[in-house]
């Protein structure tokens, strides 16, 4: 079996290629990846190349397929999973599989399997791990988005609050208190507003801060303030740019905020974080940069009586993938929210190394097709002399300027193969 799939030879070396599978063994699964979404994370393993902490040191010699957000069909199971899987199954990955202590991940550390390939062998410790889990949606492209919006639930999961005298820590934001997400207008921000929102444990007030008046705008006409109203949460949206941020949330959360989440790696942004703590408050710095030296201020006085604290997370675990895939199915989570753009395998490249560039949300990848990195708030401009934009822009308008399954289903039968 022949796969076309993006490969990471070095820093930045990334090349398209044409090359032959070997045959799986009774322990693999080979499968069709359908979709895929570009991360930050590819892009930073696409930077640091060998230096990456999940990038092997001989991928000069043993290249990575990159691409950990994908969804798919099983072609062939191996006999030792055949009781399990069966050819023509959907199906997700969680890329962290935390195998044997090792921090190897598709997307990241494998030969044969990433995301952004026409097909893969899905290797054994993906089924020990209980990591290959089954997509029963409509459209492929909520099973790619289902990874990243795994991420935000797992911080949501992670945060902690505790009890004077107590050394038991409760896990979760706590329910009825007062969030603030900084810098949140981008992609996973619209995703942990979208899942606050919409699960069980919610905060009363929720603050969504960003510099950018246009990102603030689309992200309170995508979730709105009364949607939010409806399931007892007063949502927020506002523009810091230029103003003393920490001062105006402070006083919108009448005293400080019990969860307070860091969307961007920089140091002002997570001071302002730090600042507008309340009692026993918690920051999760949600935004991995990539300095490893990078740093900033944090309130040690506040840190001893205030029991204020901070936590970390980076990706989430197989309950949050499945949490996700239940929430998604019941419509409680819409992953087209995070989609701005749309393209083909032939797209990664560009794409990846230079995201950081690239304004908007996710960039969705369909790896069998061959399609230049496509806005759809360019679709209609672009319609005016090629009929299968033109459609596009037809079908999207239908859902306010969102990707849908009948855009996907149409692009699947009708862009170029690759």
């Not at 006999?79 to 969680?94: L, R």
């Not at 992670?158 to 107590?166: C, F, L």
């Not at 329910?175 to 979208?194: D, Q, R, S, T």
């Not at 790896?367 to 005016?384: E, N």
């Amino acid at each position: 079996m022949k796969t076309k799939a993006v490969r990471l030879y070095g820093k930045r070396d990334l090349r398209l290629e044409e090359f032959e599978l070997p045959e799986i063994g009774d322990d693999e699964i080979l499968a069709r990846v359908v979709s895929d979404s570009i991360c930050m994370s590819s892009y930073k393993a696409a930077e640091q190349g060998a230096a990456h902490k999940r990038v092997p040191d001989d991928i000069a010699d043993n290249p990575v397929i990159l691409g950990h957000e994908f969804c798919g069909e099983l072609i062939s199971v191996g006999s030792k999973w055949a009781h399990k899987y069966k050819s023509g199954d959907k199906f997700v990955i969680q890329p962290a599989l935390n195998y044997k202590g090792r921090l190897d991940a598709p997307g990241y550390s494998y030969k044969y399997i990433g995301g952004n390939a026409t097909y893969i062998i899905i290797p054994n410790e993906v089924m020990l791990t209980d990591c290959l889990l089954p997509f029963n949606g409509s459209a492929m492209f909520e099973g790619s988005l289902t990874e990243p919006v795994s991420c935000v639930v797992g911080a949501l999961h992670a945060s902690y609050h505790t009890v004077r005298g107590s050394y038991e820590h409760k896990m979760g934001i706590k329910e009825g208190g007062k969030m603030a997400v900084l810098a949140g207008a981008g992609p996973m921000g619209l995703a942990a507003i979208n899942y606050v929102v919409n699960c069980s444990r919610r905060p009363s007030l929720l603050v969504v801060t960003d510099i950018d008046e246009d990102r603030l705008k689309r992200a309170s006409e995508i979730m709105t303030a009364d949607s939010a109203a409806k399931n007892g949460v007063t949502l927020v949206y506002l523009n810091t740019s230029g103003r003393d941020a920490a001062n105006e949330l402070l006083s919108l959360s009448d005293g400080g905020f019990d969860d307070v989440f860091v969307f961007a790696p920089v140091a002002p942004v997570i001071e302002t974080g730090d600042a507008i703590l309340a009692q026993d408050g918690c920051l999760n710095f949600f935004a991995g940069p990539t300095d490893k030296s990078f740093s900033a201020k944090l309130n040690f006085y506040n840190v001893h009586y205030s029991s204020t604290h901070i936590v970390g997370t980076s990706g989430g675990n197989v309950d949050d993938m499945l949490e996700s895939l239940d929430m998604i199915s019941k419509g409680l989570l819409n992953p087209s929210i995070l989609v701005t753009h749309v393209g083909g395998l032939d797209a990664v490249i560009d794409t990846t190394l230079n995201l950081p560039k690239i304004p908007g949300g996710k960039k969705l990848i369909y790896t069998g097709v061959s399609m230049p990195l496509t806005a759809i708030s360019d679709f209609g401009k672009l319609g005016g002399k090629d009929p299968f934009f033109a459609e596009l822009r037809k079908l999207t308008d239908k859902t306010n300027g969102l990707w849908n399954a009948e855009a996907e289903r149409y692009l699947l039968a009708n862009a170029k193969p690759i």
